[in-house]
């Protein structure tokens, strides 16, 4: 595992972890369907996402749409 995981790639991971840390998580709504959470990043709120997550089919979308495809 240590020749795929350098210490180069895991500094890259920290760093990533670090910044991931300072995002605010809001649970907006849930049902039996999908769970609809508020992202945004600590002290940015004029930049707020939508990010639902639907049980049955376990699949998330952002309503920033970077990530469909």
């Given at each position: 595992?240590?020749?795929?995981?350098?210490?180069?790639?895991f500094?890259?991971f920290?760093?990533?972890?670090e910044?991931?840390?300072?995002?605010?998580?809001?649970?907006?709504?849930?049902?039996?369907?999908?769970?609809?959470?508020?992202?945004?990043?600590?002290?940015?709120?004029?930049?707020?996402?939508?990010?639902k997550?639907?049980?049955?089919?376990?699949?998330?979308t952002?309503?920033?749409?970077?990530?469909?495809?």
């Amino acid at each position: 595992m240590g020749q795929r995981y350098t210490r180069c790639i895991f500094y890259i991971f920290q760093v990533e972890l670090e910044y991931s840390l300072l995002y605010n998580l809001v649970l907006v709504k849930e049902d039996e369907n999908e769970t609809t959470y508020q992202v945004n990043y600590y002290g940015i709120e004029e930049n707020k996402k939508l990010v639902k997550y639907c049980k049955y089919t376990k699949m998330t979308t952002c309503s920033c749409f970077m990530f469909e495809f």
